[in-house]
């Protein structure tokens, strides 16, 4: 398994179903059923993607443009992919783009992306060949008089240039999904949050563990009354860790105990050895989370979570669907891509300010801890610097 954790994720984004997915019989009739014919959409929302850059380098192949938005048009150029990304070209004709793996959900019939902007212009044209009808957009400025929506993906970034590239959508009023880290600091992300709620834009953003199968049943089982109340979580990312990429992908578990137990962390403590780490995250009026990063498993699956509810039921679940991860990855991916489109429609922002705010707070508290021997840092600390 590769050292570098964003290289980990990179590779599974395009190799995943090029290994073959063998997707257990249930799972591909469910499904394929055939959708009745519905009247065309009174509206079809025009989406404005951006790519975000790595330190000011453009991310030719985003895969949080080319797979996470990708939901969001109607139309898909095989052959051209083929010709940017032929690793991963056989995951999108086995499942990604496949039209009997679409969960009911598939083809989206009101979403259309119409343009795309990085600030590298050379960067848009393979994007816009893949995906017919997509134009390169010269300006946000400009594309933000043309759209409907803003998809802002970035892969492995640090979120540096986050505000720049979603505050013109935020001021018109645009619904944003803006990706982690969204702010790359406490104060970038409240920077972003803050200026989202001054012009009453709702804005979105999440880990993709959100919208795991597993995840959205561990939330079933927790609303219901047959389990009671979760009272302990255990993420655990499976990519060998280093901090700079803990900043980035450890969000990713973070996100995972915020999804389950909700914000008010308290205090964070974390601690590493050698590729691996643990982080803490303590509560005034809960028992404490575990964040794993680096953990050793036997099967690869990126990431695992343990959930301990208070009637004796334990639940532990993996991005997979039966055994199978390129298709449990599929359904993550699309459950992102309608949370969003929901929000077009509702204007609804399906996670609290809050969360999205810990998050980042979280990760940077983790920090500081490492470098004083571990000890409990209150978020506090973190919020206020």
């Known amino acids: 398994m590769p050292a570098d954790p964003g290289v980990s994720r990179r590779h599974w984004f395009s190799t995943a179903g090029a290994a073959g ?15 009745p014919q519905a009247a065309p959409p009174k509206k079809v ?27 969001l048009h109607p139309e898909f150029n095989f052959d051209a992919f083929k010709k940017y990304n032929p690793n991963g070209h056989p995951s999108f004709v086995k499942v990604y783009r496949n039209p009997e793996y679409r969960f009911d959900l598939l083809p989206f019939p009101d ?36 759209v409907d929506g803003i998809w802002m993906g970035d892969a492995s970034g640090f979120g540096e240039d986050h505000f720049d590239l979603v505050a013109p959508g935020l001021a018109k009023g645009l619904p944003t999904f803006c990706d982690k880290p ?30 795991e199968w597993g995840m959205e049943n561990a939330l079933r089982m927790r609303d219901s009354d047959d ?42 403590s974390m601690y590493e050895y050698i590729d691996t780490s643990h982080t803490l995250m303590t509560y005034k009026d809960r028992y404490p989370c575990h964040v794993w990063y680096g953990q050793p498993y036997e099967r690869f699956e990126y990431n695992r979570t343990d959930v301990y509810f208070k009637k004796n ?42 969360e999205i705010l ?28």
């Not at 025009?46 to 895969?63: D, E, F, P, T, Y």
């Not at 600091?185 to 953003?205: E, N």
């Not at 983790?366 to 000890?375: D, F, I, T």
């Open 358 to 385: 810990e998050v980042t707070a979280v990760v940077h508290a983790a920090a500081k801890s490492l470098g004083e021997k571990s000890r409990l840092v209150k978020l506090a600390e973190v919020m206020e610097g």
């Open 45 to 71: 929302f025009r989406i404005g993607v951006v790519s975000a850059a790595i330190h000011g380098k453009s991310q030719k192949l985003n895969g949080h443009t080319w797979h996470f938005a990708q939901y």
């Open 227 to 268: 389990y009671g109340a979760i009272e302990h979580v255990s993420a655990r990312l499976h990519s060998r860790y280093r901090l700079e990429g803990f900043m980035i992908y450890g969000q990713h578990p973070v996100w995972t105990v915020m999804t389950l137990m909700g914000a008010g962390v308290d205090a964070v």
């Open 313 to 354: 039921k334990n639940y532990s679940f993996t991005p997979s669907i039966e055994g199978d991860f390129a298709y449990g990855h599929h359904y993550e991916m699309i459950r992102m891509a309608a949370t969003f489109r929901d929000m077009l429609h509702t204007r609804v922002e399906p996670v609290p300010h809050q």
């Open 111 to 146: 979403t259309r992306i119409t343009h795309y902007y990085d600030a590298d212009p050379t960067s848009a044209g393979p994007f816009c060949e893949v995906f017919p009808g997509v134009q390169a957009a010269t300006s946000l400025e400009k594309m933000c008089e043309e």
């Open 182 to 211: 969204i702010g790359g600091t406490v104060a970038g992300t409240k920077k972003i949050l803050d200026f989202a709620r001054q012009h009453k834009t709702p804005i979105m953003s999440s880990s993709i563990f959100r919208y």
């Open 21 to 35: 997915a063998t997707l257990a019989s249930t799972a591909v009739a469910a499904a394929a059923v055939s959708a």
